[in-house]
């Protein structure tokens, strides 16, 4: 038996570590609201099309789209056509973000909160599970970088007794010393930023896709002087041709897509921030393409007259200034890459916060809104991506990331799902209301919480790219049937799962599938208000009489209802 102290006891730490409530709060922390992901109000949407450019700078100018010419000239492309892949890809990743990031600048909802009306509110548990996981594996990559270039940095500051620090881990560690101490070093300098709600994060954003652009030409303009030209490889033909060179063509065209499909499913976790409904169409539209294209091109343009100097190919950046400083150190040497190191270390905070922490942040959340909000979230992922030692990942060749590269076949039916869902089936009406109620009463109950339609479109757009996608984590695909679909994989994904879920409603239609209703915030006070007599506290539903006025609405015209 537990005692009744023990109950008041836990009773008032539940209680005390509740998530913080505005002062002026007129909605209350339940098991499906709190502050973070309630219909963002007005005065938080504070972003405007400046910081949704600096948004895709910082996730175009990344490693991977650094790396992405070493992926397709492994396929056996030349770079021109490794360049014509990359633009494709680009400007098919920059019309899913548009659509995928609507709702969020026009319903002002996010991601996770969307989910729930396309699987229900139970259901809706399952696509961000999904990237919870994925992204806590991300973040530990990204953080593990992010030490890489703190390493830089003090082994330009502090010169060769930091650069070249004995190593005191054994090879089964997968890590040096050094790297393990500039690890947590980044921590150190991360950990506060997420301090700053996603609403304040803009000027940090732009000061650092500053650095970023300045960083790239930098590198790209001292590599082709020092080389006198850009490099053999650049010039390099097609190892590949007929059908071959076609089918990798299009698994190029998937694999760029799958690289950025995570951040693109939850696009509208920061268009909700938006100042006004097309305050992200620049960034999405134009910003998005020119960057992955700009920095894919540099990184090849680099890598290959890197060649020409060292005599070896480094197509992960952080290594080429590693490289440089083990062979030099004079005083250019150090200066060249200590501020390399310092741009790269703005873009790896930047891009865990912005493609990572929040996001996951929000995600979390949605698991235990009580006592969860983004920041906790924030700090929660944090944690585990330190527990998953990502120096594992990075530093040993496994079949666990060839897992990690392709589970964009997960991700690109519940992208389609999401899409197809609000446009097609709810042509964009959405019961606001109703998302926040956990019971047969909500439009988003479905049976027992869970929408059936959803569930059987995910499973048919994955299931036939499952054997192709076991074959290639095998290595034992040889372009056969199942091979080519897997080819296919993003796309077959995302219109196989959409399409399927969109007859399936049409066929199946459920209630209030179509119409719309705002959010009632009053049901969602903290505190006791009553009107007519009944206490307003609590998401349960509630009926009014005639007369009663219930404010309802975010960053909208009030009604009295």
């Given amino acids: 038996m537990v005692s009744e102290k023990t109950k008041e006891r836990v009773s008032y730490w539940a209680t005390k570590l509740e998530c913080p409530v505005d002062a002026d709060a007129n909605y209350e922390n339940t098991y499906w609201c709190n502050r973070d992901l309630i219909p963002i109000p007005a005065d938080r949407r504070t972003w405007t099309w400046q910081g949704f450019a600096g948004y895709w700078i910082i996730t175009g100018a990344n490693n991977s789209a650094w790396t992405a010419g070493s992926t397709l000239l492994a396929l056996g492309l030349s770079v021109g056509q490794a360049m014509g892949v990359v633009v494709g890809s680009s400007l098919i990743i920059s019309m899913i973000a548009v659509v995928a990031g609507w709702m969020g600048s026009h319903d002002y909802l996010g991601f996770t909160v969307m989910s729930r009306a396309s699987w229900g509110m139970i259901g809706g548990f399952w696509p961000v599970l999904n990237r919870i996981v994925t992204a ?15 390493k830089i940095i003090l082994g330009a500051v502090i010169g060769p007794k930091y650069a070249y ?4 881990l054994p090879e089964s560690a997968s890590v040096d010393t050094c790297s393990l101490v500039s690890f947590f070093i980044f921590l150190v300098i991360f950990c506060p930023m997420l301090l700053i709600p996603p609403e304040k994060l803009q ?6 896709f500053a650095m970023i652009v300045c960083n790239i030409f930098g590198m790209l303009i001292w590599s082709v002087r020092t080389a006198h030209g850009a490099g053999e490889l650049f010039y390099s033909p097609a190892t590949e041709s007929g059908g071959t060179l076609s089918w990798n063509v299009v698994y190029g065209i998937q694999a760029i897509l799958g690289l950025w499909s995570g951040g693109i499913v939850g696009q509208s976790d ?15 539209g134009v910003t998005c393409p020119l960057t992955i294209i700009v920095t894919a091109l540099c990184g090849v343009i680099i890598t290959s007259a890197t060649y020409q100097i060292y005599g070896a190919y480094f197509w992960n950046p952080f290594e080429l200034l590693l490289h440089i400083q083990s062979v030099s150190m004079t005083p250019a040497a150090r200066a060249g890459t200590f501020f390399a190191g310092l741009a790269f270390l703005a873009s790896q905070m930047a891009l865990c916060i912005v493609l990572n922490a929040i ?16 920041r906790r979230g924030c700090y929660i992922l944090t944690v585990i991506a330190v527990a998953i030692c990502p120096w594992n990942f990075v530093n040993n060749v496994t079949t666990f990331i060839t897992v990690l590269s392709g589970w964009s076949i997960f991700l690109s039916g519940m992208t389609g799902i999401l899409i197809f869902d609000y446009f097609l089936v709810r042509k964009g009406q959405l019961h606001m209301g109703d998302m926040y109620m956990g019971n047969s009463k909500s439009a988003y109950w479905y049976t027992f919480g869970f929408n059936w339609r959803a569930i059987v479109a995910w499973m048919m757009g994955v299931w036939p790219l499952l054997p192709g996608f076991v074959r290639r984590v095998q290595a034992t695909n040889n372009g056969n049937g199942w091979d080519h679909v897997y080819d296919l994989s993003y796309f077959f994904g995302f ?7 969109w007859c399936l409603h049409t066929i199946f239609p459920a209630k209030k599938q179509t119409g719309s209703s705002l959010f009632q915030m009053e049901l969602h006070r903290t505190g006791g208000n009553h009107i007519h007599g009944q206490y307003i506290g609590s998401t349960s539903s509630r009926d009014y009489g005639e007369g009663d006025e219930v404010v309802i609405g975010v960053g909208k015209d009030k009604e009295n209802v």
């Fill in 136 to 150: 806590c594996i991300w973040m530990g990559i990204q953080t593990y970088w992010g030490g890489q270039a703190v």
């Fill in 165 to 168: 620090m004995k190593n005191t």
């Fill in 203 to 208: 000027l940090p954003l732009k000061i650092a």
């Fill in 270 to 284: 920061w268009t909700r921030y938006a100042k006004t409904p097309n305050a992200s169409l620049f960034g999405q």
């Fill in 359 to 374: 996001s996951t942040g929000m995600d979390m959340a949605a698991l235990c809104p009580r006592w969860i909000n983004i």
């Fill in 495 to 501: 219109f196989v799962s959409g399409v399927i879920h």
